[in-house]
């Protein structure tokens, strides 16, 4: 039998449901002001919720994709967005619309840092298994003949050199393969005898620390009694010692730079409280999405930067290289499918998807690509139940099938100094059949011709809004 609440009763209940729900909840009115917040909400925002309502969203969540459904009073689904404190949320974004008339927005999101990090950890284990099982360490690395030619070269005399081996600095855009040429040249090093078979790869990210003090205990190690509560540790540069120390995201080091610059120089370190010295060898590679030069002391810098190797942009690899990349993509889907539910699986694209796929504009570079690329194909092949692991699965991958964010043009980077998104290609361009579907799919996302002629514009189609809107008609569409 139902009980019967009043409404108070359902509003206190309500209330209790929302604030123990894992997710946050933010209600925004038309200007972005608070209306409701949850306590998971707060939580995230370092907050309460008295101190959250009535204020303006952007102070605690400054990218929030509520601020863009205002603007556009269009959904965000399942849109990603990190946070300037390194964390980050699924978004589902709404616009909140009471008796037809748009009153604000509603946003649920989940914290997804920790999964973000393990399945950086499961990337980190697949390039190493990718590079361990090859007898050439750089073999893995499309490019390297190409466009990483002249990075290869660096990295072998940086560790082969007689003279070496030496420290050395990896600069590159988010996603260009950082880690993964950081942890060639470990393998390459055990490969020619520069470091023995069981030396260690001990990598740090330095923006993960919040305090120096404490990221200095974990690179140097402590002595017990060092301050209250100090155990005795071995520092990270500690535990390298005889193989390769990963600085990980090296603008971030604050104020133990100079400790590791002492460490480099003679050779020794001293754990945060010690006296005693530890003898350290070991090879320093920093990785950084930042011209080091601007940000290290200069000495750190010069002794880092003898060997400085540049990893290009996606963008300014050959098209060679961008189908190696797709087609290296594809197979590994297809032997990921293999190996872990026995399906065999057989990946091919139209020519049309192929076109946008490799002249897309990739912020995010070779990561954004593969991950697109691995969307494309998710979108395209029926799901493992469906399927009967016997038979050959076959799936042709077409543009409706390209996840939407590639098509449209994203505010989004905008806010976050990138360049929008450019479909550039020559054969895009003046292929009719894709323009049309890509017409038809923002149509169906609800733009005017006005703005989806905008939006082509951008990505480098010519064509105006009458031209727009006279496809539409053509097509029975509106
Ligand atoms: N040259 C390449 N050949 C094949 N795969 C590559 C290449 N470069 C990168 N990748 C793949 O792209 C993904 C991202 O590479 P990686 O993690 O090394 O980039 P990164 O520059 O370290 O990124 P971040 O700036 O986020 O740390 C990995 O899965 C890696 O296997
Ligand atoms: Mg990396």
Not at 86 to 105: C, D, M, S, T, W
Request: hydrophobic fraction near 40%; proline fraction near 4%; aromatic fraction near 8%.
């Amino acid at each position: 039998m139902r009980t019967k609440f009043s409404k108070d009763e359902e509003l206190i209940m309500l209330h209790t449901i929302l604030d123990n729900l894992r997710e946050g909840i933010n209600v925004v009115d038309e200007k972005g002001t608070l209306l409701f917040v949850n306590k998971a909400s707060a939580y995230y925002a370092h907050s309460t919720v008295q101190g959250m309502v009535g204020e303006h969203i952007s102070k605690f969540y400054p990218k929030a994709a509520l601020i863009e459904v205002l603007k556009t009073k269009r959904s965000l689904l399942d849109v990603k967005i990190e946070h300037d404190d390194g964390r980050k949320y699924i978004v589902n974004a709404v616009p909140l619309i009471i008796n037809e008339q748009f009153r604000g927005g509603v946003a649920t999101f989940r914290d997804v840092t920790e999964i973000e990090e393990l399945s950086q950890k499961l990337e980190s284990l697949e390039i190493e298994l990718a590079l361990s099982k090859v007898n050439d360490a750089f073999d893995p690395i499309i490019g390297k003949n190409e466009s990483l030619k002249e990075a290869v070269i660096k990295a072998q005399r940086a560790i082969g050199s007689p003279g070496g081996p030496r420290h050395a600095i990896i600069v590159g855009e988010s996603g260009t393969g950082k880690t993964m040429f950081v942890k060639a040249m470990y393998y390459f090093a055990k490969k020619i005898g520069v470091l023995s078979p069981d030396a260690p790869f001990i990598e740090v990210n330095c923006a993960q620390f919040t305090n120096p003090d404490i990221a200095a205990i974990e690179i140097f190690g402590s002595e017990k009694g060092a301050f209250t509560g100090a155990v005795e540790k071995r520092g990270l540069l500690e535990l390298a010692n005889g193989g390769m120390f990963f600085l990980d995201e090296a603008h971030a080091l604050e104020h133990y730079q100079t400790m590791l610059l002492k460490a480099l120089e003679t050779g020794k370190i001293r754990r945060i409280g010690g006296r005693k010295e530890i003898d350290i060898d070991v090879i320093i590679v920093a990785a950084s999405t930042k011209n080091l030069k601007n940000v290290l002391l200069p000495e750190l810098y010069q002794r880092l930067a003898q060997y400085e190797i540049k990893l290009p942009p996606l963008r300014e690899r050959p098209l060679s290289e961008k189908e190696q990349l797709l087609k290296c993509f594809k197979e590994n889907y297809e032997k990921r499918a293999h190996e872990r539910y026995k399906i065999k699986l057989k990946v091919n694209f139209s020519n049309a998807a192929k076109g946008i796929l490799l002249n897309a504009y990739y912020p995010r570079n070779i990561r954004q690509f593969r991950d697109i690329v691995n969307a494309s194909i998710d979108a395209a092949v029926p799901i493992i139940s469906d399927i009967n692991s016997k038979s050959e699965v076959s799936a042709l991958i077409d543009i409706d099938n390209i996840p939407f964010d590639l098509l449209e043009c994203e505010d989004r980077c905008e806010s976050e100094e990138l360049e929008p998104v450019h479909i550039i290609s020559e054969n895009v361009e003046n292929d009719e059949e894709v323009l049309q579907k890509i017409i038809l799919r923002l149509r169906k996302k609800g733009l005017g011709p006005r703005k989806i002629s905008n939006i082509l514009k951008e990505k480098g189609f010519k064509i105006e809004y009458y031209q727009v809107a006279y496809k539409l008609k053509k097509l029975d569409v509106d």
